[in-house]
């Protein structure tokens, strides 16, 4: 499941869920970067972490690899501290809403769960 963060870090949307075995970008190319993709387009970048590698225009990935050049080490630094407001969303899901840290449910019921966690959460925040 992807969860896609507003700036302050607060999750705006999630994806249905894919089975266990489905990679990460996999689930990404079907769910959310066809959304994505036209505001990348317009120089709205998504910052994502090293398994989002090759997910194509506006996807910023940190570097690969070890003894990477200062200038690159220093990218990979920054943008690592600022995804860390969007993986203040899934924090907020899985610590605000219990029976989201430790699901095992068949993908469709994990998805139904996330997606009312989701918006109980917004009516709590009160920005609708």
């Given at each position: 499941m992807q969860v896609l963060c507003d700036p302050s870090g607060f999750p705006i949307w999630?994806?249905?869920?894919?089975?266990?075995?489905?990679?990460?970008?996999t689930a990404a190319r079907i769910h959310a970067l066809p959304a994505l993709y036209p505001a990348a387009a317009a120089g709205l970048p998504t910052l994502t972490d090293k398994g989002y590698t090759g997910a194509g225009i506006g996807i910023q990935v940190p570097a690969k690899g070890h003894n990477l050049a200062p200038d690159t080490?220093?990218?990979?630094?920054?943008l690592t501290a600022i995804r860390a407001l969007g993986e203040r969303g899934n924090a907020i899901l899985k610590t605000r809403w219990k029976?989201?840290?430790?699901i095992r449910l068949c993908p469709q019921r994990i998805g139904d769960i996330t997606a009312a966690a989701l918006v109980l959460s917004t009516l709590e925040r009160g920005n609708y």
């Amino acid at each position: 499941m992807q969860v896609l963060c507003d700036p302050s870090g607060f999750p705006i949307w999630t994806s249905p869920v894919e089975p266990g075995s489905t990679h990460d970008i996999t689930a990404a190319r079907i769910h959310a970067l066809p959304a994505l993709y036209p505001a990348a387009a317009a120089g709205l970048p998504t910052l994502t972490d090293k398994g989002y590698t090759g997910a194509g225009i506006g996807i910023q990935v940190p570097a690969k690899g070890h003894n990477l050049a200062p200038d690159t080490a220093t990218r990979n630094t920054l943008l690592t501290a600022i995804r860390a407001l969007g993986e203040r969303g899934n924090a907020i899901l899985k610590t605000r809403w219990k029976a989201l840290a430790r699901i095992r449910l068949c993908p469709q019921r994990i998805g139904d769960i996330t997606a009312a966690a989701l918006v109980l959460s917004t009516l709590e925040r009160g920005n609708y």
